[in-house]
């Protein structure tokens, strides 16, 4: 029996609509509510972890093995979802920050779907692209979740590549098209990430030279600086009602983390990440770096948070008498990247790719040598 399977380069990802946040939104807030009925599967016995890292050593050891450095790594993130998606993925990537001397993105991604009853490749796709929109259509849906009614101004901290992608997410789903404030350690970042976005969302971009005219008076702030310089949030700017969307580094203080509700984006992925350091605890500040959930793992660790009170919002959707109960309620919405993310909204482009017919049809075999 021949095996085929759809190989989709960039551009023909282009034309599936990869791009499509309206979309892709829709295809992440399915995924969040198949996640909250259960039907899903990540790697390890505890069925959520985030992926199987390479971590190379800080000194050499053997051989050509290249030895640590910013971002340099190798991750496979493999998933199962249900539901309308039913299928299995796994998105393969290897991270140098030396990439760019050579004129590469920072990351190399490759997405792969399989079929589930068979395990037979179904496409293998570039996914670069669809990791960027999948992780901006995340604080995009939990924004539609989580927000106030008459939510208007946004804040946009970090003027980098996922921040575009974050708020062209949000921007789907703010409640009232107002104002989005941008701020970055460098202003004419900030001034330009303003004038290169400002065509493709309906919020009014305003640069601000500091973090607390950002915050200060915003009802949805998303948060995604670099891990290696993550923002100070002072209890005072925060407006009753806000939402914080961390996809990237933010500090916030111990009586914040008591006083508001916490909501991750699959609490028992991040206490996964608990588990595997339960005995010593302190690295979670370096395995972690970055995450947004890596100061907060920290204290639950310790006895000085509760894990028991910690939210997913899969389960806020299935059951949404366990999310926002006043319009004064701030929410903590903390993140850290699921394979069931690429899964979906890769399933979904894959689906628009084969009605335009695009992509190329690769063969396995015409017929296994050993069966």
């Known amino acids: 029996m021949s095996l085929d399977f759809l190989y989709l380069d960039e551009p023909s990802m282009l034309k599936a609509g990869v791009l499509d946040m309206k979309r892709c939104v829709q295809s992440i807030d399915d995924m969040f509510r198949t996640m909250g009925e259960g039907d899903y599967l990540m790697g390890s016995p505890s069925e959520n972890h985030h992926g199987m890292m390479l971590w190379f050593p800080v000194e050499h050891r053997a051989g050509k093995m290249p030895v640590a450095g910013p971002d340099r790594r190798f991750m496979a993130m493999p998933a199962y979802l249900g539901g309308r998606f039913y299928v299995c993925g796994n998105k393969w990537y290897g991270s140098n920050v030396a990439n760019k001397e050579k004129g ?17 490749p179904i496409a293998l796709m570039s996914a670069n692209l669809l990791s960027s929109m999948r992780t901006g259509a995340v ?19 970090g003027a980098g590549v996922v921040s575009r992608s974050c708020l062209l997410g949000l921007s789907e789903t703010i409640d009232v098209k107002g104002e989005a404030k941008v701020y970055d350690l460098f202003f004419d970042k900030a001034q330009k990430f303003c004038e290169e976005m400002q065509s493709q969302t309906p919020l009014k971009l305003r640069p601000v030279e500091t973090l607390e ?80 959930s890596a100061t907060l793992l920290l204290k639950v660790a310790y006895g000085k948070a509760d894990g028991n009170k910690m939210m997913s919002l899969g389960d806020i959707i299935a059951d949404p008498s366990k999310g926002r109960k006043s319009d004064d309620d701030v929410f903590l919405f903390l993140t850290g990247g699921m394979g069931t993310e690429d899964v979906a909204w890769g399933y979904d482009v894959y689906c628009e790719a084969v009605k335009q017919g695009l992509g190329q049809k690769l063969s396995l075999w015409d017929k296994p040598h050993w069966a």
């Open 139 to 157: 604080p995009g849906v939990a924004t539609k979740y989580l927000q106030r009614k008459g939510a208007s101004v946004a804040a946009i901290i």
């Open 213 to 292: 005219e950002a915050v200060c008076g915003s009802d949805v702030i998303s948060v995604a600086a670099s891990g290696l310089a993550p923002v100070d949030i002072k209890d005072e700017w925060i407006k009753p009602g806000s939402v914080f969307l961390a996809t990237g580094a933010a500090n916030f203080s111990d009586e914040a983390y008591d006083k508001y509700n916490v909501v991750f984006d699959n609490w028992k992925m991040h206490k996964d990440w608990l588990d595997e350091l339960r005995d010593e605890p302190e690295r979670l500040l370096g395995v972690n770096a970055g995450h947004p």
């Open 104 to 120: 590469l993105p920072r990351s190399v991604l490759t997405m792969m779907l399989n079929d589930v009853d068979t395990g037979a």
